[in-house]
Nanobody, 114 residues
Framework: QVQFVESGGGLVQPGGSLKLSCTAS????????MSWYRQAPGKQRELVAR???????DYADAVKGRFTISRDDAKNTGYLEMYRLKPEDTAVYYC????????WGQGTQVTVSS
């Protein structure tokens, strides 16, 4: 069974930065790609960014120019660097397959507040 584990969330002031990490078991990011999603209270889960095996990248319009997705293939670890954070970025952040399936992890909470 594929398992995703996210970490690195926390409380940050508006304008601050965070770097999230994602590890996976039984799933190779360099072969299959990966994605980051987020879910704010009362809202549906939405795509934040995704990266193909060949490192083609898509970002949601709301995060373009502020977030950077990357991965370290040697560590099979994915990252989401978040800069100039806004209160509306507050959400639980999840990583998953490039095309997500139902095996969601616990996520990591990001709260942007002064």
């Amino acid at each position: 069974q594929v398992q995703f584990v996210e970490s690195g969330g926390g409380l940050v002031q508006p304008g601050g930065s965070l770097k999230l990490s994602c590890t996976a078991s039984k799933y190779a990011f360099n072969i299959h790609g990966m994605s980051w999603y987020r879910q704010a209270p009362g809202k549906q889960r939405e795509l934040v960014a995704r990266i193909t095996p060949g490192r083609n990248i898509d970002y949601a319009d709301a995060v373009k120019g502020r977030f950077t997705i990357s991965r370290d293939d040697a560590k099979n670890t994915g990252y989401l660097e978040m800069y100039r954070l806004k209160p509306e970025d507050t959400a639980v952040y999840y990583c998953n397959r490039y095309l997500p399936s139902g095996d969601w992890g616990q996520g990591t909470q990001v709260t942007v507040s002064s």
